[in-house]
């Protein structure tokens, strides 16, 4: 079945360097790809979306590219602030794009950590 | 404004009562969620909820229930709770189509003792 994979539970980081979270997936459809962002205490919070093959989308300084051929969608920044600490998940939408009903399939989550 | 409102945030059961969680949003969309989030596995879809009395089954929807009987509004319940029901639970919303952006609630945290 379909399925979304992130390796690392936590990342810690000093302020300033660049971070890449990765996540894989596994799908039979056409792949619809996210990012949500979720800082302690508060509701997940859209950061980014891609369906478009080896295109970069950004936000927030945070930006992503899909890689049909290795079935990636990592979150890379290129220098994280404090304010960058939060859980990041990654999700999959597990029907073709349009249909009704369909649902997303969160990855567990990784935890960033910035550091002064 | 967009936004998905859940009460309460905090709430404290003792084990065997009933729970009612409730959820609301003001942006007219058709589907709705309720999700779990446990450390380590993420979130979990208990039940979705396609428009009015139209709900179906999530990946764990064992000792839930769930009902919309407003589009804009949509309750989870735990009827007899168990301890291992304690955990954060997140209501979302989204267009049924496109893009399918969730629209998440701040959360409800409960305890079950």
């Known amino acids: 079945g379909d399925s979304v994979t992130q390796t690392e539970g936590l990342v810690t980081l000093t302020k300033g360097l660049p971070v890449m979270l990765n996540c894989t997936y596994q799908?039979?459809?056409?792949?619809?790809l996210f990012w949500y962002v979720q800082h302690l205490n508060e509701a997940p919070k859209l950061l980014l979306k891609s369906s478009t093959d080896n295109k970069r989308t950004e936000h927030q300084g945070f930006y992503a590219t899909l890689h049909k051929s290795s079935s990636s969608f990592h979150l890379q920044k290129s220098s994280v602030q404090l304010s960058d600490s939060a859980l990041y998940f990654c999700?999959?939408?597990?029907?073709?794009?349009?249909?009704?009903?369909?649902?997303?399939?969160f990855g567990i989550g990784t935890l960033l950590s910035v550091k002064p | 404004d967009m936004k998905v409102t859940q009460m309460p945030r905090y709430l404290i059961k003792r084990m065997g009562e009933n729970v009612l969680l409730e959820c609301g949003q003001d942006m007219s969309h058709e589907t709705m969620y309720w999700y779990r989030q446990d450390p380590g596995l993420g979130l979990q879809l208990i039940y979705i909820?396609?428009?009015?009395?139209?709900?179906s089954e999530g990946d764990i929807p064992k000792g839930y229930r769930v009902s919309r009987k407003k589009r804009e509004h949509f309750s989870l319940i735990l009827d007899s709770a168990k301890t291992n029901q304690t955990s954060v639970y997140f209501c979302a919303s989204s267009f049924p189509l496109g893009e399918n952006t969730l629209y998440f609630g701040a959360g409800t945290r409960l305890s079950v003792l």
């Open positions: 999700a999959l939408s597990d029907l073709p794009y349009g249909s009704s009903g369909n649902k997303l399939i």
């Open positions: 909820s396609y428009d009015v009395d139209s709900n």
């Open positions: 799908t039979t459809y056409s792949p619809f």
